[in-house]
């Protein structure tokens, strides 16, 4: 009996030390400002990187190293919630180009994504009261991405305290109620049983952000099917329902052979999302 605590104990253990391990925020790197890029534009707007459920500090890590590596980008701030909400803040992003702010939710294993909206929403708050972001971009993946959605919707201060250039969704669900098989045409016609697809639809209705904002919805495709093995695409398509065109604009991808986690991984998302934050060079779009 003995022997089977002490095995169980260091299972713990061992879990423990990967949850922590996890955790770590990726090493930053300053750009390198003698080799600053011809075809990159620097901006003083910052990027947030919003992990999905279960996401970490691994989520973004080859992200960071890749854009890093490049002299795309740099990484400046970390930004913890502990799982009571409280929010802990290192590094920042005053005077820094291309600086990427990765969050990091210290417990990341809700129900739901009601937990994430609100920290979402104390993240964001603190951003704009302590550190003065005024305008800020987004990288958010799965679940991350609803919580970002559903945290500006249910936020009318912060609509008007942040602009939001842009916005890339990465397998983002919308509504969760639609079945994979079911096509968006087909989807239209039945009525939605998410309830918090239905509470985006009447918040976003009375939506008034401080300025327009640009989605971007990214969505992977694996063995051909339509769907990233996660989140069905319908169901990101729905993003579609809920934004207007008089203060956003629309663009989609679909990337075959890609999966979930391929969507903030691969080569050809990191080199698509580059262009879209920093870069001038067209991209060819389906809106």
Same mark, same amino acid.
């Given at each position: 009996?003995?022997?089977?605590?002490?095995? !169980?104990?260091?299972?713990?253990?061992?879990?423990?030390? &990967?949850? &922590? %391990?996890? &955790?770590? #925020?990726?090493?930053?790197?300053?750009?390198?400002? $003698?080799?600053? *890029?011809?075809?990159?534009?620097?901006?003083?707007?910052? +990027?947030?990187?919003?992990?999905?459920?279960?996401?970490?500090?691994?989520?973004?890590?080859?992200?960071?190293?890749?854009?890093? $590596?490049?002299?795309?980008?740099?990484? @400046?701030?970390?930004?913890?919630? +502990?799982?009571?909400?409280?929010?802990?803040? /290192? #590094?920042?992003?005053?005077?820094? $180009?291309?600086?990427?702010?990765? !969050?990091?939710?210290? %417990?990341?294993?809700?129900?739901?994504?009601?937990?994430?909206? =609100?920290?979402?929403?104390?993240?964001?708050?603190?951003?704009? *009261?302590?550190?003065?972001?005024?305008?800020?971009?987004?990288?958010?993946?799965?679940?991350?991405?609803?919580?970002?959605?559903?945290?500006?919707?249910?936020?009318?201060?912060?609509?008007?305290?942040?602009?939001?250039?842009?916005?890339?969704?990465?397998? @983002?669900?919308?509504?969760?109620?639609?079945?994979?098989?079911?096509?968006?045409?087909?989807?239209?016609?039945?009525?939605?049983?998410?309830?918090?697809? /239905?509470?985006?639809?009447?918040?976003? $209705?009375?939506?008034?952000?401080?300025?327009?904002?640009?989605?971007?919805?990214?969505? #992977?495709?694996?063995?051909?099917?339509?769907?990233?093995?996660?989140?069905?695409?319908?169901?990101?398509?729905?993003? =579609?329902?809920?934004?207007?065109?008089?203060?956003? =604009?629309?663009?989609?991808?679909?990337? @075959?052979?890609?999966?979930?986690?391929? &969507?903030?991984?691969?080569?050809?998302? !990191?080199?698509?999302?580059?262009?879209?934050? %920093?870069?001038?060079?067209?991209?060819? %779009?389906?809106?």
């Amino acid at each position: 009996m003995k022997k089977w605590w002490v095995i !169980l104990g260091s299972v713990l253990v061992g879990l423990i030390c &990967l949850q &922590l %391990w996890l &955790l770590r #925020g990726t090493p930053g790197e300053a750009l390198r400002t $003698k080799q600053l *890029r011809s075809d990159i534009a620097y901006s003083d707007v910052p +990027t947030l990187l919003v992990p999905g459920w279960g996401g970490n500090g691994w989520t973004y890590s080859k992200l960071i190293e890749y854009y890093q $590596k490049e002299n795309i980008a740099q990484k @400046t701030m970390t930004i913890h919630v +502990t799982p009571t909400g409280k929010v802990k803040v /290192q #590094g920042s992003v005053a005077n820094k $180009k291309n600086a990427l702010i990765q !969050l990091i939710f210290d %417990w990341n294993y809700t129900k739901d994504y009601q937990p994430q909206t =609100k920290w979402l929403q104390q993240v964001l708050t603190r951003l704009h *009261r302590d550190y003065h972001v005024d305008k800020l971009n987004v990288i958010a993946h799965s679940w991350g991405g609803s919580a970002l959605i559903h945290a500006l919707a249910d936020s009318s201060s912060l609509q008007k305290e942040i602009a939001f250039p842009k916005v890339i969704l990465l397998g @983002t669900p919308i509504d969760e109620s639609v079945d994979e098989n079911t096509s968006y045409a087909k989807a239209q016609t039945k009525a939605s049983t998410d309830k918090n697809y /239905q509470r985006l639809l009447k918040k976003f $209705k009375e939506f008034d952000p401080l300025a327009s904002i640009d989605f971007y919805n990214l969505m #992977g495709s694996v063995d051909g099917e339509k769907t990233d093995g996660s989140v069905p695409n319908v169901q990101s398509l729905f993003l =579609k329902n809920i934004i207007h065109p008089n203060w956003s =604009k629309y663009y989609q991808a679909v990337y @075959t052979n890609t999966d979930y986690t391929d &969507l903030h991984q691969s080569a050809k998302v !990191l080199d698509t999302m580059d262009k879209i934050l %920093w870069n001038n060079r067209p991209l060819a %779009w389906h809106h």
